[in-house]
């Protein structure tokens, strides 16, 4: 009988759980932000300047990055980086060294144009979405240790928040931007938000009590094992169907995502449409949507919220089907943008949970960044593909294509006992 994983220590309370659930947001507005620019409205420029659909698709594969984040993580819970870990505290240090990098890697994006040089602009977008992982990695371990397993959904729905806005401002914000002052004034702008982010990350953010009574390790070799110790009990005590539940549970968001953009662009929308409904309106739905993911997990059981999520996510793909057949209807886009923002948060948030309660440990750095490997690897390695798949057979068939691809995670929602009310009772059931 494996061993059960180690006990969680207390969570911190050196700050107020209020300070803790805004923290909560603008570390979710920081992690947000850059996934748009690497990836929609980063399509959206690449399909301006002429780029095929299957070029798009390729660059799309910068976005594995977030699925190996479990490669550092054992790093950031046994490192505090130096002097800075010792002034800021370990997860607070390693999310402003990331938030830099962030920074950085989009004002060097802001200077390619993929029309000219397509190469630059992709060595950007790799390098942004590395340090992006980096600081989601660091944000995952902070958020699980900075509240207990009880208090974990509202940090949640205050995280998706944060995230939902920073989607619009890379999303809408970015489209107006390059629309007045080009992309390179639109990416420069986006560098700017970043590096005050990470401003508020050096003076608001607070650390743990968890963090700061961590000691540094002695060796490298002492470092890696009480963290890989840790992820070996976790991996024993959790049932594969719960594994794979969380790698195929938002496949169908992710291969139709990367191919959404250059369907508003073939479908001759302008950059001001896309903003405003798809932008500005789905990030209002969306972040509705987080509230009502949280309002459901307290009043159902989180199996139940899974299979909400998984059914509703899968069947905006169909919308995609019927907006590809309409054309260029600003109604359908909105209906379309509609559902899927509200789906979509609704499914975000209850697999958040869902990770988060069975990553609540000492090494929780280690243990999400594990799960959110898991869940995105599988996603973002389809997608690579997903521009060939549009080309062979066209938008339409794609996306019914991509609908179907939800059924095995239904089936595997439907597997959860239905006592769970998490990975972590699963987990414990398991172990016993």
């Known amino acids: ?52 659909v299957q070029v798009i698709g390729l660059l799309s594969w910068a976005s594995i990055a977030y699925s190996l984040k479990f490669l550092i993580a054992p790093a950031m819970d046994a490192y505090s980086l130096g002097p800075l870990g010792r002034a800021l505290g370990r997860r607070r240090a390693w999310i402003f060294a990331a938030q830099v990098c962030v920074a950085v890697g989009l004002a060097a994006m802001a200077f390619g144009d993929p029309a000219a040089n397509l190469t630059l602009a992709a ?11 980096t600081q989601d990695a660091a944000v995952d371990g902070w958020r699980v240790e900075a509240a207990g397993p009880d208090e974990q959904g509202l940090l949640v729905a205050a ?23 080009g992309w390179i004034g639109a990416y420069g702008g986006m560098a700017a938000i ?26 490298a070799a002492s470092a890696l094992a009480a ?4 992820l070996v009990a976790l991996v024993a005590a959790t049932p594969i169907t719960t594994l794979a539940l969380i790698g195929l549970y938002r496949v169908p968001d992710q291969l139709a995502n990367v191919m959404s953009s250059p369907l508003y662009k073939d479908l001759q929308f302008t950059n001001i449409e896309i903003a405003n409904v798809t932008k500005i309106f789905g990030v209002i739905l969306g972040i509705a949507g987080a509230f009502l993911g949280g309002f459901l997990l307290k009043s159902f059981s989180l199996k139940t919220v899974l299979i909400i999520g ?25 209906a379309t943008i509609s559902f899927d923002n509200v789906a979509s948060a609704v499914a975000g948030t209850a697999l958040i949970a869902f990770m988060s309660k069975l990553a609540a440990s000492e090494f929780s750095a280690t243990r999400y960044a594990v799960l959110s490997s898991i869940y995105a690897l599988p996603g973002h390695l389809l997608a690579g593909g997903s521009g060939f798949g549009v080309a062979a057979v066209g938008y339409g068939p794609y996306f019914v294509i991509t609908f ?4 095995p995670a239904l089936l595997l929602c439907l597997w959860l006992p239905r006592e769970s009310r998490g990975p972590k009772t699963a987990a414990a059931e398991t172990a016993a």
């Not at 990470?198 to 009574?213: C, G, K, Q, Y």
């Not at 899968?314 to 886009?333: E, V």
């Open 123 to 133: 060595i950007g977008c790799f390098a942004t979405a590395a340090a992006s992982a």
């Open 404 to 407: 179907l691809t939800g059924l």
């Open 310 to 334: 998984i059914v509703a996510s899968s069947a905006t793909n169909l919308f995609y089907t019927a907006l590809a057949a309409t054309g260029h209807s600003i109604a359908m886009l909105t």
């Open 1 to 52: 009988m494996p061993n059960p994983p180690p006990a969680v220590p207390a969570p911190s309370r050196s700050a107020g759980f209020g300070l803790k659930r805004v923290s909560s947001g603008v570390l979710g507005y920081a992690s947000g932000l850059p996934l748009l620019l690497v990836g929609s409205t980063f399509a959206f420029w690449l399909r301006e300047s002429g780029v095929s």
């Open 194 to 219: 970043m590096a005050l982010v990470a401003l508020l990350t050096l003076t608001v953010i607070p650390s743990t009590d968890r963090d700061a009574a961590r000691p540094e390790p002695t060796s």
């Open 227 to 230: 963290p890989l110790r840790d």
């Open 159 to 181: 995280y998706q928040l944060g995230y939902r806005l920073a989607m619009l401002t890379a999303g809408a914000g970015a489209l107006y931007l390059a629309t007045g002052f």
